[in-house]
């Protein structure tokens, strides 16, 4: 089982910035998906952007061009810069991994179809 530590959350007006962090304990399988979600009370938690094993990404529409999810595979750590933020941005924001035998076509965005989950880390966006 990996281990998933969210940090980089934190308080921040419309129109600014946050780098969130997820440091990995190990990704033993070549093939992996890692991902950031994000949910408020009352709804499903949803996908904001996943990356794939050899760094292909995928990020909802709602934060295309505004976020960039990315990673440093030395230090196992996956990263979410979050630019331009807006308040509806607001959100617990958690970060998944799930390991593979082949490589997917694409990094499913459903959150039950990930195995390993953080804790999470608060964001909130004020207008």
């Known amino acids: 089982q990996v281990q998933l530590v969210e940090s980089g959350g934190g308080s921040v007006q419309a129109g600014g910035s946050l780098r969130l962090s997820c440091a990995a304990s190990?990704?033993?399988?070549?093939?992996?998906?890692m991902g950031w979600f994000r949910e408020v009370p009352g709804k499903e938690r949803e996908k904001v952007a996943t990356l794939r094993s050899d760094g292909k990404t995928d990020y909802a529409d709602s934060v295309t061009e505004r976020f960039t999810i990315s990673e440093d595979k030395a230090t196992h750590t996956l990263f979410l810069q979050m630019d331009s933020l807006k308040p509806e941005d607001t959100a617990m924001y958690y970060c998944?991994?799930?390991?593979?035998?082949?490589?997917?076509?694409?990094?499913?965005?459903?959150?039950?179809?990930?195995?390993?989950w953080g804790r999470g880390t608060q964001v909130t966006v004020s207008s």
């Open positions: 190990e990704l033993v399988s070549r093939f992996y998906c």
């Open positions: 998944a991994a799930v390991s593979y035998s082949v490589m997917l076509r694409i990094c499913p965005g459903v959150a039950g179809l990930y195995s390993d």
